[in-house]
């Protein structure tokens, strides 16, 4: 697939089945492939989202009613429709976000994924019911909560809303989705497919902004649930504010994910491994490994990723860093870390660009050696293609910099020693562990999800746990008379 970029797209808000332009600031979408201007919207006003809620909750109570089957039937349809459109909708999430193509479509891929987790709960939701005592039964009734909002980061502006969207609307609330400021454009896609699918008007409402349109969500008192992804300060701030506002929030943050290499790792999933994971999406996503431990002597496997990562072409297995400011931070943590003592393995500074898209924000693969434990380069979220080589003397070393390290979302393990795997399962803090697997994304029916500051609230966003966010389980106690006579019809 070729990246076209778009022409001006008028991005609107989706409220009550109408698309409705916004009363608010004037904003607009760059390209991070040409730094052109590829979108334009207006933020939606409180009284815009008080609008919405309203239309979204009286199309709840008509969605709701529907039985789970029927439900299902639209985002089947929903499904076809991604498919049939695949190349045009990724090629929006490239033009936006700065992916390859490539890893638009694979974004999407594993969004349907969830959409499928969505069509099988028909069949997988089967709750409980059992006689707990004589003639006595319970059980498990699931209820949709009404009205529930997501808010979505930049990274993945089609699977992240995915991993919502399809759950909670299948289980039959009514959602409001205000998707990134910096990656809006997917949504108008993603919102005409599932109108086309059939979804009946206000069970999807998307509105645009920023902090005032997200405030605006937070305070409203029927939305019910707010699911959000993004980075840690934000994610704290959402979790306080909704709570506040007596909403079940679930508040998904950044990652400094850890790779411990141990000596006996087989080379070749290590050489793929460690480089995918670093690389993919150009190291902007929350399961990217940016730190390296390396435990004893690992200069051959060392050797291994810098070979696979050489290899890397901008524009072709790499895309781009998504604003010039984020660029120009990555480009000063390098510097940094290199005064500070750290040998520069690869520096991806002012790379080559690929032919056509010179003006992008391109950071090729960059691997910094001896990278001192307590840096900015080995403790903050760099969000980029950077990974830090911190040197371990032995496990217990490379375990406290985990350990110490104040996200949770995800680490990984390299070894062909099962016992060491295991012990690095059972004592790393991170909530999702990859045994020589660089990016350990669980697959549905498993759950989505890190600890600690990757990860405000209780459950987790995708797969079996998402079903109790977004619902309410009704519990049923239930006992009948005995029937006198058999013939009372008669
Ligand atoms: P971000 O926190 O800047 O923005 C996320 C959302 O919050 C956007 O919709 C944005 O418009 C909104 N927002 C921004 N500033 C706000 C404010 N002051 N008040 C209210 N809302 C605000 O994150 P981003 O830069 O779009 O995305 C990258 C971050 O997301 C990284 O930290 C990455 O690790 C994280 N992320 C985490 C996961 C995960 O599963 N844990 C997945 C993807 C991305």
Same mark, same amino acid.
């Given at each position: 697939?070729?990246?076209?970029?778009?022409?001006?797209?008028?991005?609107?808000?989706?409220?009550?089945?109408?698309?409705?332009?916004?009363?608010?600031?004037?904003?607009?979408?760059?390209?991070?492939?040409?730094? #052109?201007?590829?979108?334009?919207?207006?933020?939606?006003?409180?009284?815009?989202?008080?609008?919405?809620?309203?239309?979204?909750?009286?199309?709840?109570?008509?969605?709701?009613?529907?039985?789970?089957?029927?439900?299902?039937?639209?985002?089947?349809?929903?499904?076809?429709?991604?498919?049939?459109?695949?190349?045009?909708?990724?090629?929006?999430?490239?033009?936006?976000?700065?992916?390859?193509?490539?890893?638009?479509?694979?974004?999407?891929?594993?969004?349907?994924?969830?959409?499928?987790?969505? #069509?099988?709960?028909?069949?997988?939701?089967?709750?409980?019911?059992?006689?707990?005592?004589?003639?006595?039964?319970?059980?498990?009734?699931?209820?949709?909560?009404?009205?529930?909002?997501?808010?979505?980061? +930049?990274?993945?502006?089609?699977?992240?809303?995915?991993?919502?969207?399809?759950?909670?609307?299948?289980?039959?609330?009514?959602?409001?989705?205000?998707?990134?400021?910096?990656? %809006?454009?997917?949504?108008?896609?993603?919102?005409?497919?599932? #109108?086309?699918?059939?979804?009946?008007?206000?069970?999807?409402?998307?509105?645009?902004?920023?902090?005032?349109?997200?405030?605006?969500?937070?305070?409203?008192?029927?939305?019910?649930?707010?699911?959000?992804?993004?980075?840690?300060?934000?994610?704290?701030? $959402?979790?306080?504010?909704?709570?506040?506002?007596?909403?079940?929030?679930?508040?998904?943050?950044?990652?400094?994910?850890?790779? +411990?290499?141990?000596?006996?790792?087989?080379?070749?999933?290590?050489?793929?491994?460690?480089?995918?994971?670093?690389?993919?999406?150009?190291?902007?996503?929350?399961?990217?490994?940016?730190?390296?431990?390396?435990?004893?002597?690992?200069?051959?496997?060392?050797?291994?990723?810098?070979?696979?990562?050489?290899?890397?072409?901008?524009?072709?297995?790499?895309?781009? $860093?998504?604003?010039?400011?984020?660029?120009?931070?990555?480009?000063?943590?390098?510097?940094?870390?290199?005064?500070?003592?750290?040998?520069?393995?690869?520096?991806?500074?002012?790379?080559?660009?690929?032919?056509? +898209?010179?003006?992008?924000?391109?950071?090729? %693969?960059?691997?910094?050696?001896?990278?001192?434990?307590?840096?900015?380069?080995?403790?903050?979220?760099?969000?980029? %293609?950077?990974?830090? $080589?911190?040197?371990?003397?032995?496990?217990?070393?490379?375990?406290?910099?985990?350990?110490?390290?104040?996200?949770?979302?995800?680490?990984?393990?390299?070894?062909?020693?099962?016992?060491?795997?295991?012990?690095? #399962?059972?004592?790393?803090?991170?909530?999702?562990?990859?045994?020589?697997?660089?990016?350990?994304? %669980?697959?549905?029916?498993?759950?989505?999800?890190? +600890?600690?500051?990757?990860?405000?609230?209780?459950?987790?966003?995708?797969?079996?746990?998402?079903?109790?966010?977004?619902?309410?389980?009704?519990?049923?106690?239930?006992?009948?008379?005995?029937?006198?006579?058999?013939?009372?019809?008669?």
């Amino acid at each position: 697939m070729q990246l076209r970029i778009p022409k001006k797209i008028d991005l609107q808000n989706y409220i009550g089945g109408k698309w409705t332009p916004g009363q608010g600031e004037k904003r607009i979408v760059i390209s991070p492939y040409t730094n #052109t201007i590829i979108g334009e919207f207006k933020e939606s006003t409180k009284k815009q989202i008080n609008d919405a809620v309203k239309k979204a909750h009286s199309g709840h109570l008509e969605w709701a009613q529907r039985s789970l089957k029927e439900r299902t039937q639209v985002m089947f349809k929903f499904r076809e429709i991604l498919l049939r459109d695949i190349d045009k909708i990724s090629n929006v999430i490239s033009s936006e976000s700065g992916k390859t193509c490539a890893e638009a479509q694979a974004g999407l891929m594993k969004g349907i994924e969830v959409l499928e987790f969505a #069509t099988s709960l028909q069949n997988l939701d089967r709750l409980g019911r059992m006689e707990v005592s004589k003639d006595i039964f319970c059980e498990y009734r699931r209820e949709p909560l009404g009205v529930v909002a997501g808010i979505t980061p +930049f990274n993945f502006p089609a699977m992240v809303p995915m991993w919502m969207i399809p759950i909670a609307i299948t289980i039959g609330n009514a959602f409001v989705w205000k998707p990134s400021d910096k990656t %809006p454009l997917t949504s108008k896609f993603i919102t005409d497919s599932l #109108t086309e699918a059939g979804l009946p008007a206000g069970i999807l409402t998307l509105v645009q902004g920023g902090k005032q349109t997200v405030d605006a969500i937070l305070e409203h008192p029927d939305i019910k649930a707010v699911g959000f992804v993004g980075s840690s300060p934000i994610a704290k701030y $959402i979790y306080q504010t909704g709570a506040q506002h007596l909403k079940r929030v679930l508040a998904l943050g950044g990652a400094k994910n850890h790779i +411990f290499l141990l000596p006996d790792a087989d080379p070749a999933l290590v050489g793929q491994g460690v480089a995918d994971s670093f690389t993919g999406c150009a190291g902007q996503r929350c399961m990217a490994a940016s730190v390296l431990l390396a435990i004893g002597d690992v200069d051959p496997l060392i050797n291994k990723i810098v070979e696979k990562v050489s290899s890397i072409k901008l524009g072709e297995n790499m895309g781009t $860093i998504i604003s010039t400011t984020s660029l120009e931070k990555l480009t000063k943590a390098i510097e940094k870390s290199k005064k500070e003592g750290a040998k520069i393995l690869l520096d991806g500074r002012n790379p080559k660009s690929p032919k056509g +898209f010179e003006k992008g924000n391109w950071l090729a %693969p960059s691997i910094l050696d001896n990278v001192k434990p307590n840096s900015e380069a080995a403790c903050e979220e760099l969000f980029g %293609p950077i990974l830090s $080589i911190i040197r371990c003397k032995n496990i217990e070393q490379a375990m406290k910099i985990e350990n110490e390290n104040p996200y949770g979302n995800a680490a990984s393990v390299f070894t062909q020693n099962g016992a060491m795997a295991e012990f690095i #399962t059972q004592n790393a803090r991170a909530g999702m562990i990859g045994i020589n697997i660089g990016v350990p994304v %669980p697959r549905e029916p498993f759950s989505f999800g890190g +600890f600690y500051e990757s990860k405000f609230g209780h459950g987790d966003i995708t797969g079996e746990s998402s079903l109790n966010f977004w619902s309410n389980l009704k519990k049923v106690t239930t006992k009948w008379s005995s029937v006198k006579s058999k013939n009372w019809m008669s």
